[in-house]
């Protein structure tokens, strides 16, 4: 993923609540994260995990999250909170992805 002069790490009251509402929203865990969590677990066994693919990939679950918080409550997030929501899935799964 092409990264833009948006994409910079900052927290927000904006990206903690994008980050909440991802961490406990069942259908986004059982549908996308578990197999994104599947995926970079498969890249770990084989010593090929790269954690800004890995952000890649969580950036698409916070995109997901986005639309999905845009759809129940009519708020959109900004790139930036998005994108540091990416950074902060990537650090709260790691240790799910380094064991079994």
Do not use: P
């Amino acid at each position: 993923m092409k990264r833009t002069r948006n994409m910079i790490y900052q927290e927000t009251t904006e990206s903690r609540e994008l980050m909440l509402y991802t961490v406990n929203d069942g259908k986004l865990y059982s549908g996308i994260i578990k197999a994104i969590i599947n995926n970079l677990r498969k890249h770990y066994r084989k010593g090929q995990y790269n954690t800004d693919r890995a952000i890649d990939s969580w950036y698409t679950v916070a995109t997901e999250a986005s639309n999905k918080y845009n759809k129940d409550f009519g708020y959109s997030f900004s790139v930036q909170d998005r994108f540091t929501v990416a950074v902060e899935l990537e650090k709260y799964f790691k240790e799910d992805i380094e064991t079994e």
